[in-house]
């Protein structure tokens, strides 16, 4: 395959998983002059994700969340492959991509696999990367071909309005790999911040983990309903959401992910009831804005006011 133009620049890149945060990155990415392959095993995933990003184009253009960019040229920078593994995309002599990027359910022997084979398949200077947003690199850095060039790149949802990416370094991760991610999210309207330690839950989620472990202890306790908690938080801090509709907007699938492996961590005794409250959510299908419904209902699937 040929290289790069600019081995220091990310003008390509290959995103696995077209769930809800993937085809957020997606949408993201292509909106602001870079060229995505979105991936998934599932043609019904893809074919959500096209629809969801063509349909919000008009609206984030208008909002200032993208730059003006017209449906053609969105489309012209998005391709959509339905494949199971690597092979299938290194294939027609296509130029490599800067960046590969995990975005897949938090299953620590899923992104085990998933990430060595692609790190495999892919030589450098392709970058490898994890949206993971609750493992530390050293969880995968060990499995990866080339350990220098792997990180972890982690979005917010929703990340047009949420802008910040957590850059998190494995031991083995060069500082030029660093640097070119941070460009990369400089590139396409996102801040960058730089984690100097590994931790779990990078910046925001470990503060954030505080807040939704607070919430759901009230409602375990039967101190108030989700409704009147949410209130409570957001007339006092003049928040838009609060952290029921924190975990709505994140997806109750995903909440439920974290929170599991965080009871690995820090016992059964604190998370299993907690843990209990947002399962019996997400074995309804209630997972959030993303489903129309959650803790609180979302009839035009999105929160009100976003």
């Not at 095993?41 to 008009?58: D, G, H, M």
Request: proline share 7%.
């Amino acid at each position: 395959m040929p290289l790069p133009e600019n081995e220091d620049s990310i003008d390509r890149v290959i995103i696995i998983g077209a769930g809800w945060t993937g085809r957020q990155i997606a949408g993201q990415m292509a909106a602001f002059g870079v060229r995505v392959t979105l991936v998934d095993p599932f043609a019904q995933a893809l074919e959500a994700s096209r629809t969801w990003i063509l349909s919000q184009r008009e609206r984030f253009c208008e909002e200032g969340f993208w730059p003006s960019i017209s449906q053609e040229d969105l489309l012209d920078r998005l391709t959509f492959v339905s494949a199971t593994g690597p092979e299938q995309l290194s294939k027609n002599n296509q130029p490599i991509p800067g960046l590969i990027l995990e975005s897949i359910p938090e299953q620590v022997a899923l992104k085990r696999r998933t990430l060595k084979r692609y790190s495999e398949q892919f030589a450098p200077p392709t970058i490898i990367a994890s949206n993971s947003s609750y493992f530390t690199p050293s969880t995968f850095s060990e499995h990866i071909a080339a350990p220098e060039r792997y990180a972890h790149f982690h979005f917010h949802v929703p990340i047009w309005k949420a802008t910040i990416v957590d850059i998190a370094s494995a031991p083995q991760t060069s500082e030029q790999t660093r640097k070119r991610l941070v460009q990369l999210a400089i590139r396409i309207g996102q801040t960058p911040i730089v984690n100097r330690a590994e931790n779990t839950g990078y910046v925001f989620n470990w503060m954030l983990k505080s807040l939704l472990q607070s919430a759901l202890q009230l409602l375990d306790r039967g101190v108030a309903t989700p409704e009147e908690i949410e209130m409570a938080w957001k007339k006092a801090t003049g928040m838009p959401a609060g952290p029921f509709g924190i975990m709505d907007q994140i997806g109750l699938d995903i909440i439920h992910q974290t929170m599991s492996h965080a009871r690995f961590v820090d016992g059964d005794a604190v998370w299993g009831p907690l843990v209990a409250r947002v399962e019996s959510l997400v074995n309804q299908g209630h997972l959030g804005v993303k489903t129309g419904r959650g803790f609180f209902e979302y009839p035009d699937g999105q929160l009100p006011g976003g």
